[in-house]
């Protein structure tokens, strides 16, 4: 196993403990290399793989570098304006290509087995996503390739350290959040046509994606151009990123799933209605609050995933709507899916696969109607020994508030 704790470092030096605290563990590759006979594992990709990103910390260029495990030790090559960001980030050997004969991140990972962990041949695992220049560097390296989702199984349980990266950037969706149902709740309703007007200015969607994307970069995270923002039938379309105008009386739903500093996501819906009528917007809300509920309450481990989805679909049919993905009006998606450093990943709550302790998940029941409207809820929790813990503590209430 490859060293922890203040015993981690690369030729950076000792790791501080919050660098140390951040490694991944690398149990799971150490033990798939030995079930299979492998004598390491090659990942090569840029700042866009979330395999990379999970297994390095390293946020990266946009060009291609290779990660490599191999001997309970793991090497990054980065290229050398990125060395210093590098050496701050990862906690394993950082080269440089400086350090190495070859150029190309495939050559590079296959220079990094041979001369840095002195290995002369064998099978080395790599992800489905390998490119294929890379792949024949190794091929003709010597190296036998097999595939492996190994990676993919280690991400899904987090670790403390990642539950409170997890925790963080949840606090930074809430304070955006806020701001919206802030803004929904000063407005004035013009007489004319029930739209909305903030500070002399008509509330459009856009105009309160950037409110909430203003707050998210005060927050320190980014807004990955994830913020959805809809009002009225546009809340049916569940990733909608245009620009309609708000009125009293319809649904607003917002969308809020900002990535912070290291890589891992946030993410928290919350349906307003300014000046509500009391009709279908109130029934809905009803039925996906207590869905959410019900959905809560089956959440433990070692229960399949997919019983949270049924139970809160279970509810939201008892109060009268529909649920299924073939509909064009109901409950029309999964209750939920796994967070990261990637926005969606496992475990799915449709799963037959059992929760685990450590799974991190949204919980997110939705009604939606394109000629009423729509209404989701969304928090995130993460699965306990004695049940999950809300990373959430926003509160629920279709009528919008000040916050401060």
Not at 54 to 74: I, K
Not at 104 to 112: I, K, R, S
Not at 168 to 195: H, I, N, P, S
Request: hydrophobic fraction near 40%.
């Amino acid at each position: 196993m490859p060293p922890t704790g203040d015993d981690a470092g690369g030729d950076s030096g000792r790791a501080t403990p919050d660098r140390a605290a951040s490694r991944p563990g690398y149990g799971a590759l150490a033990a798939e290399l030995a079930a299979r006979d492998a004598v390491g594992f090659v990942a090569v990709g840029d700042r866009f793989d979330d395999d990379l990103r999970y297994l390095t910390r390293f946020s990266g260029p946009d060009r291609a570098w290779p990660f490599v495990y191999a001997g309970e030790e793991a090497f990054l090559c980065a290229p050398a304006l990125f060395a210093e960001q590098a050496r701050e980030e990862f906690a394993g050997t950082v080269l440089t290509q400086g350090d190495l004969a070859a150029d190309a991140a495939g050559a590079q990972a296959a220079e990094l087995l041979a001369e840095h962990a002195g290995l002369d041949g064998g099978t080395v695992l790599v992800p489905a996503s390998l490119p294929h220049d890379a792949a024949v560097y190794l091929e003709r390296a010597g190296f036998a390739l097999e595939s492996t989702d190994a990676v993919a199984e280690a991400r899904r349980v987090k670790s403390a350290w990642e539950v409170e990266r997890l925790r963080e950037v949840q606090a930074a969706a809430q304070a955006g959040m806020a701001r919206a149902e802030t803004v929904l709740a000063e407005a004035a309703v013009r007489e004319t046509d029930d739209r909305l007007v903030h500070e002399g200015v008509p509330v459009t969607t856009e105009y309160l994606r950037r409110e909430v994307n203003a707050v998210l970069g005060a927050e320190g995270v980014s807004d990955a151009h994830n913020t959805v923002v809809a009002a009225g039938g546009a809340c049916a379309d569940l990733h909608f990123y245009g620009d309609v105008p708000v009125h009293a009386d319809e649904t607003v739903l917002l969308d809020v799933s900002p990535r912070g500093p290291e890589g891992y996501y946030g993410d928290l819906t919350r349906t307003f209605v300014v000046d509500s009528s009391g009709g279908w917007d109130r029934r809905a809300y009803l039925a996906v609050e207590s869905a959410q509920d019900m959905a809560f309450d089956a959440i433990e481990a070692g229960a399949p995933a997919e019983s949270v989805h049924e139970e809160g679909a279970a509810e939201i049919v008892a109060y009268g709507f529909g649920a299924g993905a073939d509909l064009d009006a109901g409950f029309t998606h999964g209750v939920g899916h796994g967070v990261g450093v990637s926005l969606h990943e496992a475990p799915s709550l449709t799963a037959s696969e059992e929760l685990r302790v450590g799974d991190v998940v949204t919980v997110e029941p939705g009604v939606y109607d394109p000629e009423k409207g729509g209404v989701r809820i969304e928090d995130l929790v993460v699965v306990t020994e004695d049940g999950f813990e809300n990373l959430t503590d926003y509160p629920r209430s279709s009528t919008p508030r000040v916050r401060r």
